[in-house]
């Protein structure tokens, strides 16, 4: 029973023109996250909700935005992307912020900017 | 800053060999660490996660150790096989004050366990 689910898979976009990747969760958990991983590097926190409360990296590009309409959904919005945004992006969530509650990863988006 | 190192960054060995993985980190003040498999083009499933407090944790065939003091962590997997090939990363949380979640990664280790 899946219980990190990100849509689509594999997105495809060119460069400059909007793209929205999608992650839903059974967990009822009150964080979700999103992770930015080139290939062959470390994913990388970019941010994160803590219910309705939005918390930035500080070194997260402007051209990222997230949204998180309810619970059970969150949105990675990249506004223009360029080739240098081509990664795999994770989501994941957590019961809360404390250092005690494990994160459950999704399988991720392949993002490929042409 | 906390920086977190895995060496090898590839590994390969023929099935039925016994290895070890290894993490390092620069800074001891960590709340727990966490080993991961990622498989090609997925996402990351969780093995493994050690407490500040705890020496080693073991899941089957897999044992995790930690020497916090020294700022290093191994994965051992014993008798390996073909389906063991993916890649394995370390994470720590940091222990600061306050509460924070924030998984800092290494880059990984590639492993390919030959038939």
């Known amino acids: 029973d899946a219980m990190v689910i990100q849509n689509p898979r594999y997105q495809v976009t060119q460069f400059g023109k909007p793209v929205t990747l999608s992650c839903s969760q059974t967990?009822?958990?009150?964080?979700m996250y999103w992770y930015q991983q080139k290939s062959s590097q470390a994913p990388k926190l970019l941010f994160h909700?803590?219910?309705?409360?939005?918390?930035n990296e500080a070194d997260t590009p402007d051209n990222f935005q997230s949204r998180r309409p309810n619970t059970s959904f969150c949105f990675l919005d990249i506004r223009s992307p360029g080739l240098g945004d081509a990664a795999m992006y994770l989501c994941?969530?957590?019961?809360?912020?404390?250092?005690?509650?494990?994160?459950?990863f999704g399988p991720g988006t392949r993002l490929t900017v042409t | 800053k906390q920086e977190v190192t895995q060496i090898p960054a590839a590994l390969s060995v023929p099935e039925g060999e016994n290895l070890v993985l290894n993490c390092s980190f620069t800074?001891?003040?960590?709340?727990?660490l966490q080993w991961f498999r990622q498989d090609p083009g997925k996402g990351l499933t969780s093995l493994l996660l050690?407490?500040?407090?705890?020496r080693e944790q073991t899941s089957g065939r897999l044992n995790a150790s930690l020497d916090k003091s020294s700022g290093r962590s191994t994965l051992y997997i014993a008798a390996s096989q073909p389906g063991d090939s993916a890649t394995y990363l370390c994470?720590?949380?940091?222990?600061?004050?306050?509460?924070?979640?924030?998984?800092?990664f290494g880059t990984g280790t590639l492993l390919a366990v030959q038939p």
């Open positions: 909700y803590y219910d309705k409360d939005f918390n």
């Open positions: 800074d001891s003040a960590i709340y727990n």
């Open positions: 967990l009822n958990h009150n964080v």
């Open positions: 994470a720590v949380r940091m222990n600061y004050g306050g509460a924070t979640n924030k998984l800092i």
């Open positions: 994941a969530t957590s019961r809360s912020t404390g250092q005690a509650y494990e994160q459950y």
């Open positions: 050690i407490q500040s407090s705890q």
